[in-house]
């Protein structure tokens, strides 16, 4: 290392300039050459781990270090680098560790360390088992933040087997030291195993049983074992995870493992069956093991073969004798290690329609006898067929297929069955039908309409509006003897509201327009007091429910005498014909201007 001092005086006149260096501070580790000013190493073998830092005192002089010259200092700091000169070092040279053996895998069972006086990657060390680990159970692993050795679990640790390991753990630098060589410590660890209450062993994993089908409840499909492993040999408690056997179908002896059904089981249902059992300790019920135990369902004899669908066959009319209808195969649920042999026969072997072929090869064809089918003398046919298998015992069942004669093309083709066999030979089509069909429903569909709207103009048109009103013209025949006239009819009938003909006709009508009541002659009293008798009906036909909601014209044979309205009469009024105006009726509207031309016409009469 150099240092420099300046001096600002001129170096040309004399030594005023000239500079001389020496250490004040630093001795006897380190020098300085007077003239160039190069610090140096005075002293060999200086040891980083003793001291790293130095502080050096420079002076310069000038004059050239007379006397009487000046002088300036300066401090230089001197800071050691590291090698690796160290080797790790283990704090102890023997550890002691005791584990449970329940310990998980990968977890710490204990930890050990190596310090190196050295810093940085020269003091990185690497931690390894050498020795007493035979089984491989464990493994230790260096923690890159603390340089510990980290000492895990690769496998579980078993008290009954072994209690006791003697590892011997070496570190090793990651660098290599300035001679080449690799520096490293070694120790050794003790490891005592602690006994824990493990839950059981099954002396399986998986167990796998055969079971024949339909085989009695109690039946025994297998046993399983499991033993407490730790010291104080637990009893074993067994039962059966019921969310593995919804159904119940197996039961277990919670002392032996015995396991047996508790129901039939069906082979064409399900051939296997897995559920999970599971071994508790007495001593301790949280200590659970499991094991899954595999049923596989053997198969029996136990269902008949039949047709696989019970489809309809076709058969032309016009076919031939021996003709094939259909080839036919029966199946079998049941599966025999030997494979399916089927035997046929017709339930009836003198059938006179159709017979059997048998093809050798589990499979059959339906033939006809004769070649007279028609549909119009039968359009279907049945032919029971009785099949049967070798098993043991031998299972039969019969099975009836149905036979529809059609109408084929000559080339053999069905172009029709059913409803067209008859339709067909009179030369209509499918088509031809449904137009036909189509035609008479819309015929029907016309009457209908035509006579509903009949219906609607033959009913009487009922007043609804108040501007609805029809002329009603009334015919009299008798015209009466007029007010004084009481010869001519019975009073006592007016009396009597009932009448001999019952009540009287009530003509209800509905006016437009209201007149007041033409002033007549007053006639004198005949004894009948006739106003009270109106007046009652008047009372009775304003209270009756039954009567329409506008006004009613009441008509009755006698008027009486000495009515303050007067005569309802035209017949011996003070006025005449002649003197009436009959104008009004033409403002009354279109509905009365036909009456008001009669009535004019009537007086333009009676003028001329």
């Not at 179908?249 to 599971?278: M, S, Y």
């Not at 088509?431 to 429903?441: Q, V, W």
């Not at 013209?473 to 010869?487: A, C, H, L």
Request: hydrophobic share 35%.
């Amino acid at each position: 290392m150099r240092v420099t001092a300046t001096d600002a005086d001129d170096p040309g006149y004399g030594n005023s300039a000239k500079l001389v260096y020496s250490i004040l501070e630093g001795q006897p580790y380190f020098s300085i050459d007077q003239y160039d000013a190069v610090i140096k190493v005075a002293l060999a073998g200086m040891d980083r781990e003793m001291r790293e830092e130095y502080l050096v005192v420079i002076q310069a002089r000038d004059m050239g270090g007379h006397m009487g010259g000046m002088s300036g200092t300066t401090t230089v700091t001197v800071t050691l680098t590291d090698i690796n000169d160290n080797p790790p070092k283990f704090t102890k040279g023997l550890y002691e560790f005791t584990i449970p053996e329940d310990l998980g895998i990968g977890k710490p069972g204990g930890k050990v360390k190596a310090n190196d006086r050295d810093t940085g990657e020269n003091a990185k060390s690497t931690y390894r088992i050498i020795g007493g680990d035979e089984r491989d159970i464990f493994e230790i692993v260096t923690d890159t933040q603390t340089q510990e050795g980290v000492l895990t679990l690769k496998k579980a640790l078993d008290f009954e087997s072994k209690k006791y390991y003697n590892l011997t753990v070496v570190a090793t630098n990651v660098q290599s030291s300035t001679t080449g060589s690799t520096f490293m410590d070694q120790a050794t660890i003790k490891i005592i195993v602690e006994d824990s209450d493990e839950p059981p062993v099954f002396s399986k994993s998986t167990y796998v049983f055969d079971v024949h089908e339909n085989a009695p409840v109690n039946t025994i499909v297998g046993t399983v074992m499991a033993r407490d492993q730790d010291a104080s040999r637990s009893l074993v408690r067994y039962s059966i995870d019921r969310h593995t056997d919804l159904e119940r179908q197996f039961n277990i002896h919670v002392d032996d493992g015995r396991i047996t059904l508790a129901k039939p089981l069906d082979r064409e249902a399900d051939t296997w069956h897995n559920i999970t059992v599971t071994a508790t300790e007495t001593r301790n019920h949280s200590q659970i093991s499991r094991a899954i135990v595999a049923v596989r369902v053997l198969d029996i004899n136990d269902n008949a073969p039949e047709f696989p669908v019970n489809e309809e066959l076709f058969l032309c009319e016009n076919g031939r004798p021996g003709q094939v209808i259909e080839t036919i195969s029966a199946v079998d649920r049941d599966n025999p290690a030997q494979g399916h042999t089927f035997h046929y026969r017709l339930d009836t072997p003198t059938n006179p329609n159709f017979t059997i072929k048998n093809n050798l090869d589990n499979s059959i064809s339906i033939l006809t006898k004769h070649d007279y089918f028609r549909r119009q003398k039968q359009e279907m046919y049945f032919l029971p067929i009785i099949v049967t298998d070798d098993g043991d015992p031998p299972l039969s069942s019969t099975n009836t297929l149905t036979i529809r004669v059609c109408g084929c093309s000559k080339d053999g083709t069905v172009q029709s069955c059913n409803v067209e066999a008859f339709v067909l030979p009179i030369g209509l089509s499918m088509g031809a039908l449904i137009a036909i069909l189509a035609c008479i429903i819309l015929l029907l569909v016309i009457v209908v309409l035509f006579v509903t709207l009949r219906r609607h103009k033959n009913e009487p048109l009922i007043i609804k509006d108040d501007e609805d009103v029809r002329e009603n013209i009334i015919r009299y025949d008798d015209e009466g003897g007029g007010e004084e006239d009481t010869e001519a009819f019975d009073i006592a009938t007016l009396q009597n509201p009932d009448g001999i003909n019952g009540f009287l006709p009530r003509k209800d009508i509905k006016p437009d327009l209201q007149f007041m009541p033409r002033q007549g002659h007053h006639s004198g009293p005949n004894g009948v007091d006739v106003d009270e008798f109106i007046n009652v009906r008047l009372h009775e036909a304003d209270n009756d429910p039954t009567a329409p909601p506008y006004d009613s014209i009441q008509i009755y044979g006698y008027e009486g005498r000495g009515s303050i309205a007067g005569s309802l009469s035209s017949l011996e009024t003070a006025s005449s014909d002649s003197d009436q105006n009959y104008d009004y009726l033409r403002d009354w509207g279109p509905h009365f201007r036909r009456l008001g031309e009669l009535y004019s016409v009537g007086e333009s009469d009676k003028e001329t």
